[in-house]
């Protein structure tokens, strides 16, 4: 009898996995990025704020927009725009922490945003970047197991 239940059991688990823990740096009402245009970055090369107006959602994350076709590239290709590591500081990932951001101090690394505490940190950073950035996606699930919901 006890290995019907086993079997039961294995196949309610494969039916209904447990959900991945996520991390992502985001503020009270849920916005990342400090409201800043995931977009603009790629698109502009530059920090724009964005507008409430112009909003969605991604992974538990709103992300503000400073156009409707900002919001529009975005919602179709929500994975090239999202930031790295949850939207926390590549360098303090990098170092197994997590660190608040300035939006200004950012990069396009690989086709992927990263963001940085501050532009003196992100120099920091490209010292040397291929270490720092391998560094970072190491420490990342362990970082997300340990503080991620």
């Not at 688990?13 to 503020?27: C, E, F, Q, R, Y």
């Not at 245009?37 to 502009?44: I, L, Q, R």
Request: aromatic share 10%; proline share 5%; hydrophobic share 35%.
């Amino acid at each position: 009898m006890k290995k019907p239940s086993l079997i039961l059991g294995a196949f309610l688990a494969l039916s209904h996995p447990i959900p991945a823990k996520t991390l992502v740096n985001v503020d009270r009402s849920g916005v990342g990025i400090r409201g800043y245009d995931p977009v603009a970055y790629f698109k502009e090369g530059k920090a724009e704020m964005g507008l409430s107006k112009h909003s969605s959602s991604a992974d538990g994350v709103t992300y503000l927009f400073t156009s409707t076709e900002d919001k529009a590239e975005f919602d179709a290709h929500p994975l090239k725009y999202a930031p790295k590591f949850g939207g926390y500081c590549a360098y303090g990932v990098s170092r197994g922490s997590l660190v608040e951001i300035d939006p200004s101090a950012f990069q396009i690394v690989d086709g992927q945003l990263l963001l940085q505490y501050s532009k003196g940190i992100m120099e920091k950073f490209n010292k040397n970047q291929s270490l720092s950035l391998q560094k970072a996606k190491s420490n990342w699930p362990i970082l997300v197991e340990k503080r991620g919901k």
